[in-house]
Structures are given as C-alpha cells and as structure tokens.
C-alpha cells in the first residue's frame, strides 16, 4: 500500500462521485480521484498483507511471496498515478484541490520517503527475480535493507488513512447512484482489475525465473530475519508517532 494525498478531512458521503466535465479538475473530479486512490490503496493492503505472511517462512512461501510481488506493481502504478495527478493540481492551482487542500504536514513529510522505499523494495525485488539468487550481488542486501527501512514508513501510512480509505471505498458501492455515477465508479472498479491482470500476465511472463530461488529456498537461506527486525521497529515508529491522530 504506497503513499497517498488525501486530506485529512472527514469522510463527506453525500459528494459526488466521478468527474466534473471534461477534465475531471471539478469537486466531483476531486472525490473521483480520492476515491481512485482508496480503491487502489485497499487493494495494496491485501497484497502487501499476502506478501508479509508469505516472508515468515520462504522455505514454504517464496513462490507466493514472488508472485504478489509482481502482481502488487499494477495497482502501485494506479496510486502513484492518482496521487501524483493529485499532487500535480493542487502545486499548479486547480481550485477544487486547492480547496481541498493537502494532507497533514507531517504526512506531506513521510509521502516522499515512502515512495522511494516502496520503489527500491519493489525495483530491488524484480531485479532479484531476473537475476537469480547466483547472481543477486547487492541486490539482496538492499532489498532486505529497504524492507527494514519501509515497514515503519508503511506502518504509519496504513494507520494514518486505513479508516477513511475504508469509508471511501464502503461509500462509493453502498448507494444508489445515477447511471453516470455508477460508470465511474464501474471505472475506477476497471483501472484496477486491469492493473492486477496486467501483473497476473507479468508473473506468468517470470515464473520460470522463479525455479532458482525456490531450489535456494530449500537450503535454509531465509530473510525472515530482516521481516522480524522490521516489524519490531515499525512497532517502536508507531507507539512514538501514533499517526491515527492524523485520521
């Protein structure tokens, strides 16, 4: 699940949904995006939930572990999308992101740092998956490295938006709508299942790749290691930080 620039405002059901006129820069274009970015979001959570159980023993789950990894790319690039579009109107002036407004400061901070760890995991962890574990180089230790790094960068995100992020999703399905309403939603619904097809095609593409870390698998060589260190530190972040204050 990847950073996001929704506002730290409460929830506002009874906006529209979609977009306003051709460009989608109106109020109801604004909770179009949002709502985008939710969709995307809690699709992330799922995988990225998946791809940590699968890290405890990859003995058992480096073949899951390997194939969600390629699978969480598509919705990655539809957040990132819907953020940086996000992004981009509000610093150039677009009024209805403007009146909007941005997130908390200290979430303006943690967005960029968790873009680039969520980048270097993900780019690292392809790298690894063409290279083969006989050719991994640095490219093991950096991912181990990012994934100490992002866990606590993630841990604060996921706290900090997991309860609008569900009431923008439960929101957008749970009402009556107009038949333009229901086609954006139908939409954003779309871009995702596309963007998970995408990866479904691109972890077909690898799998052979794949048959070299699982025989490394079985010889004992684990990174449950830096999953255990990561998840103690991102416990210590949040106790310190405790970014449900910023929901």
Not at 153 to 165: D, F, K, P, Q
Not at 167 to 174: G, I
């Amino acid at each position: 699940m990847v950073k996001t620039l929704d506002d730290p405002e409460p929830v506002r059901p009874s906006d529209p949904i979609g977009t306003d006129g051709a460009n989608g820069k109106g109020p109801s274009g604004v909770i179009g995006n949002e709502r985008l970015t939710a969709l995307a979001g809690a699709v992330l959570l799922v995988l990225v939930l998946i791809e940590l159980v699968s890290s405890v023993s990859l003995r058992i789950g480096i073949t899951i572990h390997i194939i969600v990894g390629i699978l969480l790319v598509g919705p990655l690039l539809v957040k990132i999308g819907s953020t940086g579009y996000r992004f981009l109107h509000y610093y150039t002036g677009s009024p209805a992101y403007v009146r909007r407004g941005p997130p908390r400061l200290p979430l303006r901070v943690l967005a960029p740092l968790l873009l680039v760890a969520t980048l270097v995991v993900v780019g690292s962890g392809l790298g690894l998956i063409v290279t083969g574990p006989q050719q991994a180089g640095l490219l093991l230790p950096l991912h181990n490295l990012s994934v100490l790094i992002w866990l606590s960068l993630i841990a604060v995100h996921v706290c900090a938006y997991l309860w609008r992020t569900s009431l923008l999703v439960v929101d957008d399905w749970s009402k009556q709508a107009s038949r333009k309403l229901r086609n954006a939603r139908w939409l954003r619904l779309g871009v995702n299942l596309i963007a998970v097809l995408c990866g479904a095609v691109a972890a077909i593409l690898l799998f052979p790749d794949t048959t070299s870390w699982v025989v490394w698998s079985q010889t004992g060589q684990t990174i449950a290691a830096p999953l255990v260190v990561g998840l103690v530190l991102a416990s210590l972040v949040l106790l310190i930080s405790r970014p449900w204050r910023w929901m």
